[in-house]
């Protein structure tokens, strides 16, 4: 079951010092953003932190944040959080 501290834990870990580790977290968000149950609390603790890691000096850092925002736009809860974060600024 997803619940609030899973996707809190886990979007912290995407500020990790180790790359391996931010990697690691966004594909692990990538796995919850098809679930309804996480989408509500992604918005309130995930999207800033994914906005960081698209601009981080790693690039599978930066392809495991692409891979979640690819997931994300394939729900329409997903769609909603992208465009209420505002993070297709940032994607373009």
């Given amino acids: 079951m997803i619940d609030q501290d899973m996707v809190t ?7 990790h010092r180790n790359q391996e580790v931010r990697e690691q977290a966004a594909l692990l968000m990538g796995s919850f953003a098809t679930h309804s149950r996480a989408s509500p609390h992604m918005i309130s603790y995930t999207f800033k932190n994914l906005n960081e890691i698209l601009e981080d000096k790693e690039q599978s850092v930066r392809n495991a944040a692409a891979v979640v925002f690819k997931k994300l736009s394939l729900t329409p809860s997903g769609r909603e959080c ?11």
């Fill in 9 to 15: 834990i886990t979007a912290a870990l995407m500020k």
């Fill in 82 to 92: 992208i465009r209420d974060s505002n993070s297709a600024v940032n994607m373009i």
